[in-house]
């Protein structure tokens, strides 16, 4: 049985930090590509950033990129996120995603497994 378990969501003030994680379950690293995606009510899910199934160099969304950093550790299948300097605009439901490796759909929203969500939200 696949399991993405969130956690480290949280409500912030703008400047501040969240840290994010993600424990993988009955999902192997090695076949998978690994997603953090994020929805807001009323709007579809968007794509945050990814790490492919082999490299361990991640990818971002344009308006996270120097703010966000994606990480895993293989030995614990454990991702994480680590975010920084957040705006009201970073407010969400947070998902941890999982996408079947060389489907080209690595920098996208599309996923085949995600997790319940841990909820971030940014006021002021």
């Known amino acids: 049985e696949v399991q993405l378990v969130e956690s ?3 409500s912030v003030q703008p400047g501040r930090s969240l840290r994010l ?10 076949t998978y590509d690994m997603k953090w995606v994020r929805q807001v ?7 945050v950033s990814s790490l492919g199934s082999i490299s361990d160099t991640p990818y971002y969304q344009d308006a996270v990129k120097g703010r966000f950093t994606m990480s895993r550790d293989r ?11 957040l705006t009201p605009e970073n407010t969400a439901m947070y998902y941890c995603a999982a ?26």
């Open 8 to 10: 480290g969501g949280g």
């Open 21 to 30: 994680s993600c424990a993988v379950s009955g999902l192997p690293f090695s």
């Open 41 to 47: 009510p009323g709007k579809g899910i968007e794509w």
């Open 75 to 85: 030995a614990t299948n454990t991702l994480h996120l680590q975010m920084k300097t």
């Open 99 to 124: 996408v079947r490796r060389w489907s080209g759909e690595l920098l996208n929203s599309k996923i085949d497994f995600r997790g319940q969500g841990t909820q971030v939200t940014i006021y002021s």
